[in-house]
C-alpha cells in the first residue's frame, strides 16, 4: 500500500475518532454559567409572539456567535458642521490607523465608552431589566449599566452650564423612555460628556446632543435598534447612528468582559505600542 | 476533552458557520501579512488571558541557538473563546509551533495566526487565522 493510500485510512480513521469523540462532547452537561454560542444559533425563527411592552430578558447582540443579523453601521461620511470637522478630525479612531496613534480614550485608559457609543460598539449583548419607574439596560462589555427613567419626567435642560440648577454632563447622560405601541420602546437621552466618542470611529457629540433610541420587539426572540443623534451644533442634520439586531438568548446567560486599566497597560507597553512606534521596539 | 481535539473535529467535519463580525478593530496595517513567521518548537512562557487581546508569549531558538522571546496577541476575548479557545488553552512551558504575523517594526511582537500542539492538532486565531490571514471562524463552532 503506497503512502498516500496508507495517509488517507489514517486520516479517515482519525477523522471518524475525533468524531466520536466530538459527540461524546456535545452530549456533556451544559453548564448555566457558560454561554454556548451553538445553542443560541439553534434557536431560530421567531419562537412566539412578541410580549406586549416587555423587553426584558438577556439578548446577543453583534459579534456573539449567535447568528444574528449584521448590523448596519452610523452613516459616513457624517454631516458635520465645521466645528464638528474640526472636533472629528481631532479624534483618531484606531482602524485605518494603528492603536500606538490612536488617542481613543478607550483604547488607552480603558475609559468607559459612555453613551451612545456603549450601544454601538462591543454591543455584543445585553440585559433590560425594569422597575415600577426605570428600566435598565446591562451592557455585557465593561459591565456597565444605563438608567432610563419612565416615570414621566422630561429631561433636564440645564446640563454643563452654569447656575445652581445646571446638572454635569455624565458617561451615559440623562435618559427618559416610553411606549410607543405596545412593541416599541423609545428613549430620548442627553447631558453626554462631550469628551466621548458617539462611535468606535470618532464621530463626536456636544453635551446637548439628542440621541433617539427606539428598541423594536418583534417577535419573543428578535429585537431591533435604531439611534438617531441630533446635535446641531457639530451635525447639519440628525445622524443615523445605525441598526443592530439582537436576538434572545435562550440560557439568559453571555460572556463576561472588563477592560481592566493595569492590563491595558500592560498590553500597550508589551504588544500595542512595540508594534506600532519603531522607537518603542528598539 | 481538550478544546485543542475538539477544534479539529470541527476543522475536518466542517460545521455551521457564525456570522462573521462586523468590528472594524485591529486590522492588519501593523503587521506584515504576506507570509506568517514560523517558530518551531517555540516554549509558552505567558499566556495572559485580558482585554482588549489575550497574549501569548514564547521563546524561539532560532538556527544560530539565539533565543528570541516573543509576544503575540490574539482576537478578542469574545472572539476567541467563540471559536474554542479558554484561558487555559496554552500554558506556560508548552512546546509549541506557533505562526505569527510579524510586525512591520521589526519587534519581535506580532498578530498570532495559529499554533500547531504536538499532539498534531492546531488552534487558529478568530480574525487572523486563515493561512491568507483572513478571518478562520467561518465553519468552526465551540
Known sequence: MGRTSTGLLAGVAGALLLSALATAQDQAPRSPWKYYPEDARANVGPGGPAPARDLTGTWAGESSGAGVKPLIRAESPPPLTPLGKQLFDRNKAQGDILIADSNDPHLRYCDPFGFPRNMNDQIRAMTISTVRDRTFVLIAFQTIWREIWTDGRALPANVGGRGRDAHDPTYNGYSVGRWQDDYTFVVETTGMDPDTWATEGGYPHSVEAR????????????????????????????????????RWIPSQTFFSTTCIPSQLQRYLKEMADPAGKPAAAR | MKPKILMMVFLVAGCAAIETPSLAHHGGAAFDMSAPVMLKNAVVTEFFWINPHPLIKADYKDEQGNVQHWTMELGGVVGAQLVGWSRT?????????????????????????????ADGTTMRDSQRGADDGGRADTGVRQ
Open chain 2, 89 to 117: 488553552t496554552l500554558q506556560p512551558g508548552d512546546v509549541v509551533t506557533l505562526y505569527v504575523w510579524k510586525a512591520k517594526t521589526g519587534a519581535m511582537v506580532g498578530r498570532f495566526n495559529k499554533v500547531d500542539f
Open chain 1, 211 to 246: 440621541v433617539t433610541e427606539r428598541f423594536n420587539r418583534t417577535s419573543k426572540n428578535d429585537l431591533a435598534l435604531t439611534t438617531i443623534m441630533d446635535d446641531p451644533k457639530l451635525y447639519t442634520r440628525p445622524v443615523k447612528l445605525g441598526e443592530i439586531y439582537f
